[in-house]
């Protein structure tokens, strides 16, 4: 079974920026459209940002425009999400989705057991 593993969660400080890496198994990463994803504690699960599968093309939930950049690299097989100065209310688990270029999670076929950012003074 093909799996999708988050990595780069932790404690940053408000302000700071760290990078989440969702490395996917198999070789057929490339042909797929990717997404992040995040749940906060006591709210649905929120839409963050996608890309299409060579990388063209990005699309981002607006209280991240500016602040977070999607990326990837189809020679590793991993996708990136830069996060920049970062807010209280980007505290979430985050997850990794494979197979959609959309905001709906529902159109996404495969998912990463999720990392935990927490944002803090």
């Known amino acids: 079974q093909v799996q999708l593993v988050e990595s780069g969660g932790g404690l940053v400080q408000v302000g700071g920026s760290t990078r989440l890496s969702c490395a996917a198994s198999?070789?057929?990463?490339?042909?797929?459209?990717m997404g992040w994803f995040r749940q906060a504690p006591g709210k649905e699960r929120e839409f963050v940002a996608t890309?299409?599968?060579?990388?063209?093309?990005?699309s981002y939930t607006e209280s991240v425009k500016g602040r977070f950049t999607i990326s990837r690299d189809n020679t590793k097989n991993t996708l990136y999400l830069q996060m920049n100065s970062l807010k209280p209310e980007d505290t979430a688990v985050y997850y990794c989705?494979?197979?959609?270029?959309?905001?709906?999670?529902?159109?996404?076929?495969?998912w990463g057991q999720g990392t935990q950012v927490t944002v803090s003074s």
């Open positions: 890309i299409t599968s060579p990388g063209t093309g990005t």
């Open positions: 989705a494979r197979g959609a270029y959309s905001r709906n999670p529902g159109e996404y076929a495969l």
């Open positions: 198999g070789p057929t990463f490339s042909i797929y459209s």
